[in-house]
T-cell receptor, first 108, second 112 residues
Framework: KNEVEQSPQNLTAQEGEFITINCSYSVGISALHWLQQHPGGGIVSLFMLSSGKKKHGRLIATINIQEKHSSLHITASHPRDSAVYICAVLTSGSRLTFGEGTQLTVNP | EPEVTQTPSHQVTQMGQEVILRCVPISNHLYFYWYRQILGQKVEFLVSFYNNEISEKSEIFDDQFSVERPDGSNFTLKIRSTKLEDSAMYFC??????????FGPGTRLTVL
């Protein structure tokens, strides 16, 4: 079993829809990262969370440490949001353990 | 905005050859990382580096791999004798502390 599980694996939405991507983990962590990987392969860090909730523009990330679960929400989705969204957890010191990613496609 | 850069963008090599992948982290960052992503698979941690020494390394990072910060700006990953299974995208990242990491664009390594 993977230490970090994401759902769904693939998600197709219409422009304007509210999107939720989930991440569950089975190990103790010190922080959780949400990353975006563009079709060309480049990776951008979106959030780092250790508790509560963070918001940046149309993106919101939440984490529930007790339930070992995090969600990434995108409000008013747009085709440019199409990318792979990756959850990664900081398990010890400096090691990030990554989920498989969620492929998001937003259609106009 | 400062960014992490990596060279080359694509490296093709023959099995058994040595390769050096180069990264220039963001200038005031102190923590450096290498990750790899085999095509179609998830990103995997290789190694972290701080204060001129390895902080942590994964099981993947065996004796064939080494990292170095040869000067004040470059951070390199060396693979001594490449194998077919080393073919992957290699990402460098840097951070100012153990927090948000900034990733480079990656080097695609193809081993023939």
């Amino acid at each position: 079993k993977n230490e970090v599980e994401q759902s769904p694996q693939n998600l197709t939405a219409q422009e304007g829809e509210f999107i939720t991507i989930n991440c569950s983990y089975s190990v103790g962590i010190s922080a959780l990262h949400w990353l975006q990987q563009h079709p060309g392969g480049g990776i951008v860090s979106l959030f780092m969370l250790s508790s509560g909730k963070k918001k940046h523009g149309r993106l919101i990330a939440t984490i529930n440490i007790q339930e070992k679960h995090s969600s990434l929400h995108i409000t008013a989705s747009h085709p440019r949001d199409s990318a792979v969204y990756i959850c990664a957890v900081l398990t010890s010191g400096s090691r990030l353990t990554f989920g498989e990613g969620t492929q998001l496609t937003v259609n106009p | 905005e400062p960014e992490v850069t990596q060279t080359p963008s694509h490296q093709v090599t023959q099995m058994g050859q040595e390769v050096i992948l180069r990264c220039v982290p963001i200038s005031n960052h102190l923590y450096f990382y290498w990750y790899r992503q085999i095509l179609g698979q998830k990103v995997e941690f290789l190694v972290s580096f701080y204060n001129n020494e390895i902080s942590e390394k994964s099981e993947i990072f065996d004796d064939q791999f080494s990292v170095e910060r040869p000067d004040g700006s470059n951070f390199t990953l060396k693979i001594r004798s490449t194998k077919l299974e080393d073919s992957a995208m290699y990402f460098c990242a840097s951070s100012s502390s153990w927090d948000t990491q900034y990733f480079g664009p990656g080097t695609r390594l193809t081993v023939l």
